[in-house]
């Protein structure tokens, strides 16, 4: 039989579970809202945690990377992520959709994080 856990332990666990679970829900959701994703890729990406959190990252990259920009240079920048966008969203074509966007984001995120 086991021990009735502390209520000092139960005190300390408690919290870092709602965190926990607060943060894998935070994770699950991309960075658009989906109520509003009409796009095959955009739906996927609001139904599958892997790729929401890709999307999360991608875009506080992108945003980190846009403050440290010159303002001379960020329209080029707006232009590539907006190309970059067009041709994640052209994975509806592929045969295997959800390996091709994840490939997509992971391309991405390499080069935003070599700049």
């Given at each position: ?9 139960s005190a300390v666990l408690a919290p ?100």
């Open positions: 039989m086991t021990k009735p856990m502390p209520k000092t332990m870092i579970a709602v965190g926990l679970l607060a943060s894998s829900a935070w994770a699950a959701t991309p960075s658009f809202d989906c109520a509003k994703a009409s796009h095959e890729v955009e739906l996927l990406i609001c139904k599958d945690a892997a790729l929401a959190e890709m999307d999360h990252t991608l875009n506080s990259l992108y945003h980190t990377l846009m403050k440290h920009t010159p303002a001379s240079r960020q329209g080029t920048l707006k232009a590539e992520q907006r190309g970059w966008v067009k041709g994640r969203n052209d994975c509806w074509k592929a045969s295997d959709m959800r390996g091709c966007v994840a490939s997509e984001y992971q391309a991405r995120i390499a080069e935003l994080k070599d700049r």
